[in-house]
């Protein structure tokens, strides 16, 4: 099957979490919505087309591992919606003000805002879209080459700061795929041959060290909140690329 492989190199990135409260928490590796979000993104889907990014969503499979391991920081800030300038609503990228509604501490308090990120890791991916339909792998690659927007990693202060593709490759499944991808090294820490990873459910386990873990990164994009989920593995791997 044909595979894409991505790195994912930035200052920090962002794979949502089941929110809680005012803290947006972040999870190990990408999940599907993330992933969906991203290719989505490339391709000039929008939110509105939510039967394209189901559709895109149902199809992607993927390998991923850290080959840098992160630092996991914090931001905290807050927002005063009682500022005279915040009265009016906050404009947004679809072209009319947003407004908050409740009671008076919801529309005019302090809100606090706890934001994760992970900081100065480097990820390598491999993901394939499966079956035969539109659009295919190597349009994907095409799409991550000139993509129709300006990506990110999670939250849209999240740049990358490296292209995201890699190359397209030839391999049985994406986690043989990423195995044989060559570690790589940042600012003098370099890639172990033993990587912290996640891979599909389906491909078993490759290491004594794995547990199954289930996780809830399915997005219903027409309704546009998380639902359903999934099991994959997680572990380490050998990485057998030179």
Known sequence: MNIVILRFDAPLMSFGGVMVD????????????FL???????????????DLLNKLQSRIEYAARWDVNPEKIVDYHTVDLGQEKMKEGGWTTRGFPEHRSGGPEAKLGTHQRYRHYWANGIMTVAATLLGDDEPSVSALAQALTEPARPLFLGRKTCLPSTPLLVEMVTKDDVLSALRNVPPVSHNGRAGAKQMEACWPERLK?????????RVYDQRDWKNQLHSGSRVRIEGTIEVIGS
């Open 22 to 33: 005012q803290h947006g928490v972040i999870d190990r590796y990408p999940g599907q919505s």
């Open 36 to 50: 969906s979000g991203l290719f989505g993104n490339a391709f000039g889907y929008r939110h509105g087309d939510s």
């Open 205 to 213: 386990a490759i290491s004594a060290q794995h547990r199954q873990v």
